[in-house]
């Protein structure tokens, strides 16, 4: 070989080293590596934390480092506001998110369905439901405004916490002030049973629980056990009225980016985290209990009579909440769905 050809060769050899740099790499599978960047409300420490950082973790494994998935979590991204989130996944100015469906609810109502007190009577009743003909249609409505929704994550059932006694029947509501988001689901189930429904921001809780301008509050275990609620709480009751559930989504924009290979590294990575959160949550909610009762909270569970008597009443309220939930035809379709389990 003479100099001159050499020389090319050597010369040709760096310009592709420089190019392939420029072009930001390539992963073990010899294609550019493409970045998800994945918004959550929560910690990295949460529950949706945790099943944000798995589904990063099996997408690694999935596309073979073709597709890197960046958890950023606190809301920071979207500066703590949900609803904007879900504005701007719609939009393409956030990659991805995982969003509660009650936040979903404020465009469109068919995701409330999953809230209405008593339907479930388990956390894998409602993981049939989100993996069934219902949980489907929700993911599809998602791509009508933008948004490829990958999979329905569930959510441990809510528990009610006060200072004042343990919750048994409907009767041991009655005069108690309880926090509740700004959802007629919600507001008008606690005024049924008795309750003094009273919406706050999250934020002016634990300060409303100390101050006693409230009595108590609901959610999954995992709030009272994050936010230091045995400090200003007795008594957490388990009576696992509501429920709701997260959505994992794409923007449409990012979505249509992506080759079919990443595409379906994503899809598949979304639907082992929704097994993996199930099971996570039941495990963290165990050990949840169980370090709020040596804080010294009390726990109990209802008596068979008081959540017959509950049920009852959150049944004899499904008619009122039709227009909530997206229309007649959308909650005869979930309740028929759910009673045939």
């Not at 509501?242 to 979505?255: E, Q, R, T, Y």
Request: proline share 4%; aromatic share 6%.
């Amino acid at each position: 070989m003479s100099k001159r050809v050499a020389w090319c060769a050597a010369l040709a050899s760096a310009a592709a080293v420089a190019l392939s740099a420029c072009s930001g790499g390539a992963s073990a599978s010899g294609t550019n590596t493409v970045e998800v960047k994945l918004s959550i409300p929560d910690p990295i420490g949460s529950s949706v934390g945790m099943a944000a950082q798995h589904f990063a973790d099996v997408v690694k494994s999935k596309s073979n480092g073709a597709v890197k998935v960046t958890v950023i979590p606190n809301g920071t991204s979207f500066g703590g506001d949900q609803n904007a989130a879900v504005t701007r996944v719609q939009s393409g100015s956030l990659d991805a998110v995982i969003l509660s469906t009650s936040v979903y609810a404020a465009t469109d109502k068919k995701m409330n369905a999953v809230s209405l007190p008593y339907l479930f009577s388990s956390v894998d009743q409602e993981v049939k439901y989100l993996d069934g003909a219902p949980g489907k249609e929700l993911l599809a409505d998602l791509g009508q405004n933008g948004t490829k929704g990958l999979a329905m994550l569930s959510r441990t059932s809510r528990e009610v916490t006060n200072s004042v006694r343990p919750i048994q029947t409907p009767e041991d509501l009655k005069g108690l002030k309880i926090r509740v988001p700004g959802n007629p689901l919600w507001t008008k189930f606690f005024s049924a049973v008795g309750a003094s429904p009273t919406p706050l921001a999250f934020s002016e809780v634990y300060t409303a629980l100390q101050t006693g301008a409230i009595n108590g509050q609901e959610n999954p275990v995992e709030v009272p056990a994050t936010n230091k609620f045995s400090e200003v709480q007795k008594y957490m009751s388990m009576t696992n009225h509501m429920s709701d559930a997260f959505v994992l989504a794409l923007s449409d924009k990012k979505w249509k980016s992506l080759d079919s290979g990443a595409q379906q590294a994503l899809q598949s990575a979304a639907e082992d985290t929704a097994s993996f959160k199930t099971k996570n949550d039941a495990d963290l909610a165990d050990k949840q209990v169980k370090d709020l009762q040596s804080q010294g909270v009390k726990v109990n569970d209802l008596s068979a009579d008081g959540l017959t008597q509950f049920k009852k009443v959150a049944r004899s309220l499904y008619p009122d909440f039709a227009d909530t939930v997206g229309g007649a035809d959308f909650l005869k379709k979930t309740v028929d769905f759910v009673d045939g389990q």
